[in-house]
């Protein structure tokens, strides 16, 4: 089987107990759309987020969101400075770097910025002659015409025509938007609870699946593509 995750942002339980509902074999695939850092309600835990990663019994694909790009550059940024100078540097806007160099020496957070700098920022999949592509936040015609990273980091101003019509032929999955802000589209629905599930397009070609894990009240949501099943941890 195939599953793909939407955000997690820091949020180790919520990603557990997914995985337990999941309970994937080393047979299967999960994909992570992004965004594995930052922020985290009550109990960030990002260093366990990431190895988290290495132990799931599942080929598991990592796909680079915008918190993770900017936790990077901030990482290397930060180490490439003289001692005397890193206190001069402006604090990173949220929490996982501070958590982060509790934990692990300099150089696993350079091993692990570099990790990061290098994920793919977009993923074509066929499954039962249904052709997916996997991004965080907008997807683009993959033999087509290369779209800089921030497009599909942080998607543009075409994001509402893009959650319309999507890419001709395949269906579209990603994170970053979260589904709750959706309520204004008339051109969709939510496939299970109002505001807080996984949301898709009339068309059917474009999903969402940023259910606003990492804040208080939000969840971290799973489909399988090849049934359709959607999972949720609150």
């Not at 955000?7 to 299967?28: A, C, F, M, R, T």
């Not at 998607?155 to 959650?163: D, I």
Request: glycine residues 8%.
């Amino acid at each position: 089987m195939h599953y793909v995750v939407g955000d997690v942002h820091n949020e180790l339980g919520k990603l557990e107990y997914l995985l337990e509902q999941i309970h994937p074999s080393i047979d299967d695939w999960i994909y992570f759309l992004g965004d594995l850092f930052d922020r985290g309600a009550d109990r960030p835990d990002p260093v366990g987020v990431y190895f988290k990663l290495s132990v799931i019994h599942a080929r598991c694909v990592w796909i680079r969101g915008n918190h993770d790009h900017w936790l990077a550059e901030y990482m290397k940024r930060y180490f490439q400075l003289p001692e005397r100078k890193r206190m001069k540097l402006p604090s990173y806007h949220y929490n996982s770097f501070d958590l982060i160099k509790e934990r692990l020496t300099e150089a696993d957070m350079l091993n692990m910025a570099e990790r990061i700098t290098n994920l793919p920022v977009q993923m074509e999949l066929e499954i039962e002659g249904k052709r997916y592509l996997l991004a965080h936040a907008m997807t683009s015609l993959p033999h087509g015409q290369l779209q800089p990273d921030d497009y599909y980091l942080m998607g543009n101003m075409e994001m509402g025509a893009f959650f319309q019509n999507g890419i001709e032929g395949y269906k579209s999955i990603c994170g970053h938007t979260p589904t709750g802000q959706m309520q204004w589209s008339r051109n969709g629905r939510y496939l299970d609870d109002y505001q807080s599930s996984v949301w898709v397009n009339g068309k059917e070609n474009v999903l969402l699946l940023d259910c606003g894990c990492g804040l208080a009240g939000g969840r971290l949501a799973a489909i399988c593509l090849e049934t359709g099943e959607r999972f949720y941890s609150t």
